[in-house]
Nanobody
Framework: QVQLVESGGGLAEVGGSLILACSAS????????MSWFRQAPGKERELVAT????????YYATSVKGRFTISKDNTNKTLYLDMTSLKSEDTAVYYC?????????WGQGTQVTVSA
C-alpha cells in the first residue's frame, strides 16, 4: 500500500527555519511528482509547492515563493520542504501528497506553529 509519513514539524519563531520530510513507500517514488499542501484552522487546504518526477521543475504558491524550497531524494524516497524566513501566517498542518492517476494519497500531516 501507498504510505506517506511527514515529520519535522514543530514550534518556530518568526524569521526562523524548519525542514519538513515526507518518507514514502508502496510505489516507485522516482516515477511521480509530489506536492506539499497546508491547512490552517478555519481555512481550506492549499497547495504550497510541487516538484515533478523528472528534471528540476518546481512550482510554488506566491505566498511562499522565495522562502520555501521543495526537493526529492529519489535514493532515500523522501520529499523535503525547506522553510525559511517563517511568518506567523505559515502556521498550519502540512501534508505530503502524491497523485497517481485518479487517486490522491496523503500523509497524516505535521503541525507547524510560528510565533513571534
Amino acid at each position: 500500500q501507498v504510505q506517506l509519513v511527514e515529520s519535522g514539524g514543530g514550534l518556530a519563531e518568526v524569521g526562523g527555519s524548519l525542514i519538513l520530510a515526507c518518507s514514502a513507500s508502496g510505489f516507485v517514488f522516482a516515477n511521480y511528482g509530489m506536492s506539499w499542501f497546508r491547512q490552517a484552522p478555519g481555512k481550506e487546504r492549499e497547495l504550497v509547492a510541487t516538484t515533478t518526477n523528472v528534471g528540476n521543475s518546481v512550482y510554488y504558491a506566491t505566498s511562499v515563493k522565495g522562502r520555501f524550497t521543495i526537493s526529492k531524494d529519489n535514493t532515500n524516497k523522501t520529499l523535503y520542504l525547506d522553510m525559511t524566513s517563517l511568518k506567523s501566517e505559515d502556521t498550519a498542518v502540512y501534508y505530503c501528497n502524491v497523485q497517481m492517476g485518479t487517486s490522491a494519497y496523503w500523509g497524516q500531516g505535521t503541525q507547524v506553529t510560528v510565533s513571534a
